[in-house]
């Protein structure tokens, strides 16, 4: 039997940092499966929001992805951090 490694394996949890421009507060953590989720205004005074956490493969990923896109937030980065 095949043992798959965390690392590089998109069916592994991995932890992401995905921003989309707009405003969550973080009772919005529930909603998007207990990620933290960080509002913030950049330099230019821009708002954007951070959501910050594990997630579990590439469908649970997309899933999340696809209420982003619901909710009409515009994506500006997914970063898997190692």
């Known amino acids: 039997m095949e043992q798959r490694t ?4 998109p069916d592994c949890p991995a932890t992401y940092t995905i921003e989309v421009q707009g405003w969550l507060d973080k009772s919005w953590s529930d909603w998007f499966d207990d990620m933290d989720v960080v509002p913030e205004v950049t330099v230019e005074g821009t708002t954007i ?3 910050i956490g594990t997630i579990v493969d590439q469908a649970a990923l997309l899933g999340l992805l696809r209420r ?7 994506l500006l980065s997914v970063n898997r951090v190692e």
């Open 6 to 9: 965390q690392k590089h394996d």
């Open 49 to 51: 929001t951070k959501l």
């Open 68 to 74: 982003l896109h619901n909710l009409h937030l515009r």
